[in-house]
């Protein structure tokens, strides 16, 4: 009688020195993927922010160029500073505030930035923001735009201003600090920093009164 072998098979598994190895060059591969993908992330919130700035700047001049007071005169409008409803607040003929978020509502515009924060907006209410009188060439603006909080000054007699405050929010930094103040009518706005307890990457956007005055002035609503 023949007897027909069995061959018997062996397998051999990972040990753990090599289960180890291959976690760490995983770890290395993944992390390489990350970093760049998280860089991707912020370039795309930072150009999705300054698209909607820039858009957000022509929609309040086209807002101006689309309303006229009772005077015949145009004016811009006030911030949504009662609520979160993204409609503008009056009192009476001029803002209930002079700061508060966009009337993105009103406007027909993103409500957040791309971190998702509201975008911010000061406008000089009692000389360009009033439903009854609207602003003519002789009219001042009083916001004033600074490099730091106490800071060289960037542009002055500003009507108004929009800004996002970026990644961090509202920051503890002086510089973020002073953009968060509603009591006065400063803006701080210069290139992103990442000193630690002074970080700032606020986004700010305004139209000079110049520029407002001629687009008024081109389509024939002023002087």
């Not at 753990?16 to 770890?27: Q, S």
């Not at 309040?60 to 409609?87: F, V």
């Not at 003929?93 to 515009?109: I, K, R, V």
């Amino acid at each position: 009688m023949r007897f027909v072998g069995t061959s018997l098979c062996r397998y051999r598994g990972f040990t753990l020195v090599e289960m180890a190895v291959v976690l760490v060059i995983l770890g290395f591969l993944l992390g390489g993927l990350l970093v760049p993908l998280s860089s991707q992330i912020e370039q795309k919130n930072y150009s999705a922010t300054q698209k909607d700035l820039s858009e957000i700047k022509e929609t309040l001049i086209g807002y101006a160029l689309s309303h006229t007071a009772l005077d015949g005169k145009p004016y811009l409008p006030c911030p949504d500073s009662a609520g979160d409803d993204g409609i503008e607040d009056r009192a009476g003929t001029t803002c209930a505030s002079p700061e508060g978020n966009l009337p993105w509502s009103d406007l027909g515009l993103p409500a957040q930035d791309g971190w998702g924060n509201r975008y911010r907006y000061r406008v000089t209410h009692l000389q360009f923001a009033d439903n009854s009188l609207g602003f003519t060439l002789a009219s001042n603006g009083n916001i004033t735009v600074r490099d730091a909080a106490a800071g060289n000054i960037v542009a002055s007699a500003i009507p108004m201003i929009v800004f996002s405050r970026g990644k961090n929010g509202a920051g503890a930094g002086a510089d973020e600090t002073e953009n968060s103040n509603t009591a006065n009518s400063l803006i701080v706005s210069h290139e992103p920093k990442s000193t630690a307890g002074n970080e700032f990457d606020d986004m700010v956007v305004w139209i000079p009164t110049g520029i407002l005055f001629n687009r008024m002035v081109t389509a024939g609503l002023l002087p």
